[in-house]
């Protein structure tokens, strides 16, 4: 049996990814430092990492961010701002 929980703390995935123009500068300015993984960009900007996933997907696809290869030793991809503006 499947059961719901009707009081969700996951916002629509459609809201996330139209906030990520808006949450870019944050993300940026995390990444000045050097490269990160996903979770401590999370941390850094103080957002869900469930969100921060799209956030940075949608970056990455878009050619904000790259991703380094090899994974940490905890598996996560690290990713780098690519130096694009506007």
Known sequence: MVT???VSTHRD???????EPLV???ILAA????PLTVPEIAAAID??????????????RYGWLAEIKGAT??????YEATGRTA
């Open 13 to 19: 995935d459609r809201e996330v990814i139209r906030e």
């Open 31 to 34: 990444l000045r430092d050097g």
């Open 4 to 6: 719901t929980n009707p």
């Open 24 to 26: 870019r500068a944050r």
């Open 47 to 60: 957002a869900p990492t469930h969100e921060t996933v799209f956030w940075v997907m949608g970056m990455r």
């Open 73 to 78: 030793v905890d598996g996560y991809f690290q």
